[in-house]
């Protein structure tokens, strides 16, 4: 089945600064590529998706990466602000059921 | 509360007792999904359904139990069976055009 890794497990930047969070996956046939904010005790929040026929897709300070051949792809957040600090999750679409193989999240502190 | 409602927030579970977590969505989804996740770890996947009457295990299924009689409701049963049941459920929907809408939680402790 579909294996997604997500690196690094905790990232911590200078307000202003940028941060880059990578996933790798496992499985060719995974189309669709989700990223979710979740702050402490809070449902995750979809922030911005990727599609495999797609390569980047920007959203004001976020992006998105996908490189279908090294199968990874990558967020990352621009001019970063304290309210950016979250736990954030990649997914990659499995099947036809939906089912998604979650990373195992990146904790990212961003400090005045 | 986003079209996808959890009931109770917080449930406290005594030893050898089976709870059952609601989970309901006005978004005329047909999937639904039941997540698990632990502190410093990621969501793993307990059940999921597509259609009504019909359900399938995900990857740590043992110790709970779902049904999916309506299409709006699907939900969870953390049976006595489950000896590790101390963690933050998230049911999640979606429609078709792949993104899930996840629901508010339910924080569940052994007690």
Redesign the interface.
Known sequence: GENVEQHPSTLSVQEGDSAVIKCTYSDSASNYFPWYKQELGKRPQLIIDIRSNVGEKKDQRIAVTLNKTAKHFSLHITETQPEDSAVYFCAALTDSWGKFQFGAGTQVVVTP | D?GITQSPKYLFRKEGQNVTLSCEQNLNHD?M?W?RQDP??????IY?S?IVNDF?K?DIAEGYSVSREKKESFPLTVTSAQKNPTAFY?CAS?G?N???T????T?LTVV
């Open positions: 986003g999937a999904y997540y410093g770890q990621g969501l793993r996947l999921y597509q399938q995900g998230l979606t078709g792949y993104g899930y996840f629901g508010s939680g924080r």
